[in-house]
């Protein structure tokens, strides 16, 4: 692994990088935005439900459009500037709303920059390797990407114990958005020769993806109604009592696990079957939430919890889209990106809606079993359904 890993191209290394910087911005953030939202902002489960089922859902779909235009163009770079630049500018701007209607614009703006970048991002990595090393580029980016969760999380609990005001942790958040950017400049798109072939014209449809990408995006879609919004597991880790200067150590220590498995655990989706290792991970992700259920946890076992909450990002994060670039047609990278990000993301508004809603109105019991009962159904289908061989040549979805 290790010698595959130093033959990897500068440019995985660079994005991998610039990910991990740009990570350490948005996760001194993330932790914080429920305790913001609910201790200054008196905001409550419905309103983050709100604000980030608006937010992922308009990252989606303008992943898709990103992804189509840089099949298109073959220009990545000024997308994935681009998208840093918004997500840099937004973000500090928290620390100025006077309402959860004002963070809600906010995350829009930064989930619309996570939207232009992402699947351009995505699509330069898938061109910048072999197929054969598809598992361990996806698994590095986001072990990188995940090591900037960790010092984010850290940075945001010194901050808390030293008493920083909320308020002030946001504004520091421009100090690497600004690293980002700059080091976004020294992408360099890959030679043109290397993506000669490609679509005439612009296209939105499936039209030319395989069957089994079709319903890879079916069962990718019921998963995404189940995976809700991250916040409300902090939120419930609080509500546990987890004490509050914690929260963001609870969550270093997802990102931490994530970073140290996810090379290594996507770097044997290049051996054994990619299928299996997502239904494995996805099952995982069943039982964790059906444990987020009850009331009686005690610190120790929610620890726990959040440990295997980590092995299960850390096995699904590169192998998912390693999935993806497997199955891309020739000169469709950007667009099978572009539908994978919108059927993984656009899920995520309904289903932060409605397990906003249930934890409000029924209470989180409820909320976490039908988070459990939807990833149990994805697991199903994705063993049953999604590679089952064709009965006849012209079967469609």
Partial sequence: MFKTLSSLPKTVWLI??????????????????????????????????????????????????SGVIVDRTKNTKVWIVFGYLLAGMGRPLIAFASSWLGV?????TDRLGKGLRSSPRDALLAESVPASHRGITYGLHRSMDNAGAVIGPLLAAYLLAINVPLKEIFLWAVIPGAITVGLALCLKDPPREKLTSGPTRFTWSL????????????AVGLFALSNSSDMFLLLRARELGVPQEQIPLLWACISLITTVFGTPLSALSDRFSRKYFIAIAWGA????????????????WLFGIFALYGLFKAATEGVEKALVADLAPKGLTGTAFG???LCSGIMLLPASLVFGWLYESTGPTSAFLFSGLCSGLAVLLLVSWVFKPKIVASETL
């Fill in 16 to 65: 991998g990088f610039i990910s991990l910087v740009n990570d350490s911005a948005s996760e001194m953030l993330y932790p914080l935005m429920p305790l913001y939202l609910a201790s200054v902002l008196m905001a409550g489960p419905k309103a983050i439900g709100i604000i980030e089922g608006v937010a992922e859902a308009t990252s989606s779909l303008f992943k898709l459009v």
């Fill in 104 to 108: 809600l614009l906010i995350r829009f």
């Fill in 207 to 218: 039209n030319g993806m395989p069957v089994e990408f079709k319903r890879y995006l079916v």
């Fill in 285 to 300: 992700y069943a039982l964790i939430y059906t444990a987020m259920s009850y009331s009686d946890l005690t610190i120790a």
């Fill in 339 to 341: 539908w994978f990000n």
